[in-house]
């Protein structure tokens, strides 16, 4: 199973970001999918997941700002990313859980990806 993730960079506050992560060597339809970031000396937090049925689930520091979205035909999932704040610098993974859900536990996803750096200067 690989996740690639993309689409990071530096961006000015208030500016947006829509990163992407393809999927290949799994169902994709059937899990669900997750971001989560880490930002330098913080612990990993969530940040969005959509389920099979595209049902989701935001973190409140991102509700109303960033969109989580799939597309099954291409194996990929994205977060559009608006109104960025410095604080929302870190490092984004995305995440596959095998039971299909929109958990915010980072402990029930199987497959990470490797990362993208977002970095919101003030």
């Known amino acids: 199973v690989q996740l690639q993730a993309s689409g990071g960079g530096l961006v000015q506050a208030g500016g947006s970001l829509r990163l992407s992560c393809a999927a290949a060597g799994l169902t994709f339809s059937r899990y669900g999918m997750g971001w989560f970031r880490q930002a330098p000396g913080k612990e990993r937090e969530f940040v969005a997941a959509?389920?099979?049925?595209?049902?989701?689930n935001y973190a409140d520091s991102v509700k109303g700002r960033f969109t989580i979205s799939r597309t099954n035909v291409k194996n990929t999932v994205y977060l559009q990313m608006n109104s960025l704040k410095p604080e929302d610098t870190a490092i984004y993974y995305c995440?596959?859980?095998?039971?299909?859900?929109?958990?915010?536990?980072?402990?029930?996803?199987?497959?990470w990806g490797q990362g993208t750096k977002v970095t919101v200067s003030s």
């Open positions: 995440a596959a859980d095998y039971d299909g859900s929109r958990s915010s536990n980072y402990a029930e996803y199987d497959y």
């Open positions: 959509i389920n099979t049925i595209s049902n989701t």
